[in-house]
């Protein structure tokens, strides 16, 4: 799904975290509302969705948030 994701238009960015007690969170960054639209009815990204629900997954959780500000620091040397 990553490389699937990757190659759609707006994508920014994705990065998954994984938890000593085994959690996972993946976060996927788009440009734009539509652009987010655009991956979350993607045929095979839906597919890939209910296969998870039917065979991997017990539970699940989905957030989607709208970035309002950002800070950037970097400090060079």
Known sequence: M???AQNMPGFVDSKTFTHTDGERVTVVTFADVE???AWK??????????TGRERL?????????????THDFKFDR
Do not use: F
């Open 41 to 50: 009815d993607h045929p095979k990204h839906r597919r890939a969705q209910d």
């Open 35 to 37: 652009s987010h639209t």
């Open 57 to 69: 997954y017990s539970e699940y959780s989905i957030q989607v948030g709208v970035c309002s500000h």
């Open 2 to 4: 990553t490389a699937l």
